[in-house]
């Protein structure tokens, strides 16, 4: 029962609910709370996430009254509870006590308390304290019938990396297991470089500020410890739950920044995925990149429906400007992560905070009271999502088009002392993606040494740290018969940083048919000249071997020299970019690809700015059109659908609100 059937069969619904901070409140507003949770159609309530303090108020004194309180509330009034172990962030007592656990910054400095998440991920007082209350938590609550679902931590991936003795010393077991020996550990770290060669792995520390530049294996190696610690933590509590409360699924919601962990190793220990989305209502591109988060979160296990536990009813407060979503976004927006597999749809938070840091950030209910347009969209998209009971469970079929996204990768490529400061992972993965999203083509997210087989299209951005087997991988793809597109300053390192010898972009330049002589990294807002369009961040020399030239740089050093290429190989093509094209001409240029290798869109001839996704429930598919402009729209349909959500049938066609939302069915 520990997974997401249990937990869909037990709400029957696409969860809907938020954070609940009771014990910011006095109790008489925990009823008006239960009552306004029920008007707005709320079935799943995110619990004690920052509990600590209130719960074990002094070492060892427990107050659980409230949350029992809480609880029984919750049970009543029918709505289920994603509790928190409470572990997210360490009372007051708790540093004082043990301020060994504060987490120390690259340069040595302290963080203090006062903030919150304060913690070295390595630290065993830490993991002891998180691990015994934990187990009280979960003692107390299992069988408790509001609990749904275990929810450990916060936002490991926003835990900063710390760099203090204790994280040293757990470093170095971590590297002693990876080497084996200190001989090892040289060889990969290329350390005969700057005389940093080690005689033992007790004169290793973690990169802490290094003068000029770190050893760029030596800080992948951390992010990579950086990331499994993070996890430990994690695991320690999960272990806990499975022991005490087996029988409830577990789960840990990852931040909005993808970087900070290795998700490909967290995923398997998770029961189900679960993201806090906040894009940004100023950013025009915001439903485009957060559609890349979306697909990563869906692709961690497979296609397993995930969960969105947080986003802003309205505005955020941690911005330097913090938009309103208009009105329609929320709504529009939430849609949006369900169109893309998500089985909840969840708020930070319930109800506004009176005090402390977050009073500005919106809630589903405002300091106003639920009066006005943010708790009016919020009762409205409640009752929507509670009516709409085909989807839960439904997964997405598998789409034509797969990313590759590595996260050692992604630490490799923007370390210090490189071509170019501009070469960003996820602007790489957005600017291939923005192309397939618009488009509305479907696109999952793999690891580099995945099974391709069943893709038409395999898309590829900066993929400069990759072992050779990967590498290999992606070849033989396209030799029986893919379709890849790479972007530049791919194939370059090896999983130590070392470079891949005898000429750029070292495994790939066979697939790809090429050489690369020289990177010409363009200057900061630089562009050069394409035969159409222009490029932007980089250019190179490329020499083709077997490649043909589709694109030439018109302007500046490589002039005349091949800006994009292609190259049949075995049964398939593979296409590289030598710039990253202005994203008119990325479009055009991922259109003709895509078309060629027989990649589709979810619905056929979609305006632009109209998105669709499916979802395949047991009567079929359902097909979630969403209408981001703000205009209202007509749409032709393949054949007649009708839409769930109580739009007219419409035969053929449907006509979409600005911001409007249908979600279609084929009819009969
Ligand atoms: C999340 C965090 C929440 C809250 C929210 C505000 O990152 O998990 O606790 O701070 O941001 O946007
Ligand atoms: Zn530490």
């Known amino acids: 029962m520990n997974s997401i059937d249990g937990?869909?069969?037990?709400?029957?619904?696409?969860?809907?609910?938020?954070?609940?901070?009771?014990?910011?409140?006095?109790?008489?507003?925990?009823?008006?709370?239960?009552?306004?949770?029920?008007?707005?159609?709320?079935?799943l309530i995110s619990v004690g996430i920052f509990s600590w303090a209130a719960?074990?108020?002094?070492?060892?004194?427990?107050?659980?009254?409230?949350?029992?309180?809480?609880?029984?509330?919750?049970?009543?009034?029918?709505?289920?509870?994603?509790?928190?172990?409470?572990?997210?962030?360490?009372?007051?007592?708790?540093?004082?006590?043990?301020p060994e656990i504060l987490p120390t910054g690259a340069d040595g400095t302290r963080m203090w308390p006062g903030g919150r998440q304060h913690y070295c991920p390595s630290s065993p007082v830490y993991r002891e304290h998180a691990a015994g209350l934990a187990e009280r938590v979960a003692t107390r609550y299992t069988g408790h019938p509001?609990?749904?679902?275990?929810?450990?931590?916060?936002?490991?991936?926003?835990?900063?990396?710390?760099?203090?003795?204790?994280?040293?010393?757990?470093?170095?077991?971590?590297?002693?297991?990876r080497y084996g020996s200190v001989d090892a550990l040289n060889d990969a770290w290329s350390t005969t470089f700057w005389s940093q060669r080690y005689a033992s792995f007790d004169e290793v520390l973690p990169p802490r500020s290094p003068a000029p530049f770190a050893n760029p294996a030596?800080?992948?190696?951390?992010?990579?410890?950086?990331?499994?610690?993070?996890?430990?933590?994690?695991?320690?509590?999960?272990?806990?739950?499975?022991?005490?409360?087996?029988?409830?699924?577990?789960?840990?919601?990852?931040?909005?920044?993808?970087?900070?962990?290795?998700?490909?190793?967290?995923?398997?220990?998770?029961?189900?995925?679960?993201?806090?989305?906040?894009?940004?209502?100023?950013?025009?591109?915001?439903?485009?990149?957060?559609a890349f988060s979306y697909d990563v979160m869906r692709s961690l296990r497979d296609g397993q429906p995930w969960l969105l536990m947080e986003q802003a009813p309205s505005a955020v407060n941690w911005r330097a400007r913090n938009a309103p979503k208009p009105a329609g976004a929320m709504r529009l927006w939430s849609w949006q992560a369900v169109a893309h597999g998500a089985d909840a749809v969840m708020f930070f938070q319930w109800r506004q905070s009176r005090g402390g840091a977050e009073k500005f950030h919106s809630a589903m209910v405002p300091h106003g009271g639920p009066i006005g347009r943010i708790f009016e969209e919020v009762r409205?998209?409640?009752?929507?999502?509670?009516?709409?009971?085909?989807?839960?469970?439904?997964?997405?079929?598998?789409?034509?088009?797969?990313?590759?996204?590595?996260?050692?990768?992604?630490?490799?490529?923007?370390?210090?002392?490189?071509?170019?400061?501009?070469?960003?992972?996820?602007?790489?993965?957005?600017?291939?993606?923005?192309?397939?999203?618009?488009?509305?083509?479907?696109?999952?997210?793999v690891r580099p040494d995945a099974d391709l087989s069943a893709y038409r299209l395999v898309v590829v951005p900066n993929l400069y740290l990759v072992d050779e087997e990967a590498a290999r991988g992606i070849e033989r793809y396209v030799e029986d018969g893919g379709t890849l597109v790479m972007s530049f300053f791919s194939g370059i390192v090896d999983p130590h940083d070392r470079v891949h010898l005898g000429g750029y972009p070292g495994p790939f330049r066979r697939v790809l048919g090429l050489r690369v002589e020289e990177f010409g990294p363009l200057p900061e807002s630089g562009t050069?000249?394409?035969?159409?369009?222009?490029?932007?961040?980089?250019?190179?020399?490329?020499?083709?071997e077997g490649a043909e030239a589709v694109e030439y740089f018109t302007t500046g050093e490589p002039a005349g020299r091949p800006a994009v290429t292609r190259h049949r190989y075995g049964r398939g093509t593979a296409w590289y970019l030598a710039?990253?094209?202005?994203?008119?001409?990325?479009?055009?240029?991922?259109?003709?690809?895509?078309?060629?290798?027989?990649?589709?869109?979810?619905?056929?001839?979609?305006?632009?700015?109209?998105?669709?996704?499916?979802?395949?429930?047991?009567?079929?598919?359902?097909?979630?059109?969403?209408?981001?402009?703000?205009?209202?729209?007509?749409?032709?349909?393949?054949?007649?659908?009708?839409?769930?959500?109580?739009?007219?049938?419409?035969?053929?066609?449907?006509?979409?609100?600005?911001?409007?939302?249908?979600?279609l069915r084929p009819a009969g």
């Open 55 to 98: 719960v074990e108020p002094e070492p060892g004194t427990y107050d659980f009254g409230w949350l029992d309180r809480v609880m029984d509330l919750l049970a009543d009034g029918g709505v289920a509870a994603c509790l928190a172990t409470m572990t997210a962030s360490p009372p007051p007592w708790l540093t004082a006590r043990h």
């Open 528 to 544: 050069i000249g394409l035969s159409q369009g222009t490029g932007t961040i980089w250019s190179e020399d490329v020499h083709l």
């Open 218 to 290: 030596h800080a992948v190696d951390y992010a990579r410890f950086s990331s499994d610690e993070l996890l430990a933590c994690y695991l320690v509590e999960k272990e806990v739950l499975r022991r005490v409360s087996p029988d409830v699924p577990v789960m840990t919601n990852f931040p909005p920044s993808l970087r900070p962990a290795d998700l490909w190793t967290w995923a398997p220990h998770l029961d189900v995925v679960a993201y806090d989305a906040y894009p940004d209502p100023y950013d025009a591109a915001a439903d485009a990149k957060i």
């Open 380 to 445: 409205e998209l409640g009752h929507e999502l509670a009516a709409t009971t085909a989807l839960p469970g439904a997964r997405a079929p598998r789409a034509d088009v797969a990313l590759v996204l590595d996260w050692p990768n992604w630490w490799a490529l923007e370390q210090d002392a490189h071509p170019s400061a501009d070469v960003r992972f996820l602007d790489a993965a957005w600017a291939l993606h923005g192309p397939l999203y618009d488009a509305s083509v479907a696109c999952d997210v």
């Open 579 to 663: 710039t990253r094209p202005d994203p008119a001409t990325t479009r055009r240029l991922v259109d003709r690809i895509r078309e060629e290798a027989g990649a589709r869109p979810v619905l056929p001839g979609l305006p632009e700015g109209v998105q669709a996704r499916a979802r395949v429930t047991g009567d079929g598919p359902c097909y979630i059109v969403l209408n981001h402009r703000t205009t209202p729209v007509t749409v032709d349909l393949p054949g007649p659908m009708s839409d769930l959500l109580g739009g007219a049938d419409a035969a053929g066609t449907v006509r979409l609100a600005p911001r409007g939302v249908a979600v």
């Open 146 to 177: 509001a609990l749904a679902l275990w929810h450990v931590g916060n936002e490991y991936g926003n835990v900063a990396p710390c760099y203090c003795d204790v994280s040293a010393d757990a470093f170095r077991r971590w590297l002693r297991e």
């Open 7 to 43: 937990l869909r069969d037990r709400l029957g619904r696409i969860a809907y609910g938020g954070d609940y901070n009771p014990e910011q409140w006095p109790e008489h507003v925990w009823d008006e709370d239960l009552r306004l949770m029920k008007e707005a159609g709320v079935s």
